[in-house]
């Protein structure tokens, strides 16, 4: 193999490596008795705050969620299982972002329910009970049809990859 084609295809091993470690870590955490898992509160919170707070008009540059499963709730049947949030992020303009409280439902990466409070740059945005949509169809992983081999490979399979950019466009008024 030459070596233009070892770079791409360390690549791809590398990232369906972190793939397989993250499928197997989100397959094999705990969860309590109430079906809860840390790290299933921590995405969902993270995606449904965002949309939230944006559809508030706060413009969000980044915001990261952390969760962490009450150890008492799964110590009784009838006690409900309940996990603990917290997310910090920041504004497009720099200003702080938070969400924290109290989740006792995740339901399958579309919302959660619970106590949440959302702040922005110590304002309260908003209060919730349930931030999400848990009405909206089960999101599905986007599969990417791998491309034709090139000529004379052989028809050996080749490494997709992704690339993202993002633009941000300034306006200015016309003088």
């Known amino acids: 193999m030459t070596a233009p084609f070892r770079a791409p295809l360390r690549l791809l091993a590398t990232a369906v490596c972190a793939a397989g470690t993250a499928s197997g870590l989100v397959a094999c955490e705990p969860g309590t008795s109430g079906g809860l898992s840390a790290m299933a509160v921590s ?23 952390a969760a962490r499963l009450d150890s008492g709730a799964s110590a009784s049947p009838s006690a409900r299982a309940a996990a603990g949030v917290d997310c910090e992020g920041e504004t497009d303009d720099g200003g702080k972002i938070t969400i924290g409280g109290t989740v006792t439902q995740e339901i399958g990466g579309r919302c959660v329910h619970g106590d949440l409070t959302a702040k922005s740059d110590g304002r309260r945005v908003f209060r919730a009970y349930v931030l999400g949509d848990c ?30 950019v993002t633009v941000t466009e300034t306006r200015t008024p016309l003088a």
Do not use: Q
Not at 43 to 65: F, M, P, Q
């Open 43 to 65: 995405y969902t919170t993270d995606i449904a705050g965002t949309r939230a707070l944006e559809n508030e008009g706060v413009r969000v540059r980044w915001l990261s969620c």
């Open 135 to 164: 009405n909206a169809p089960v999101p599905t992983p986007a599969r990417t049809p791998a491309p034709p081999p090139a000529p004379g490979d052989g028809g050996a399979p080749r490494p997709t990859v992704t690339v993202t």
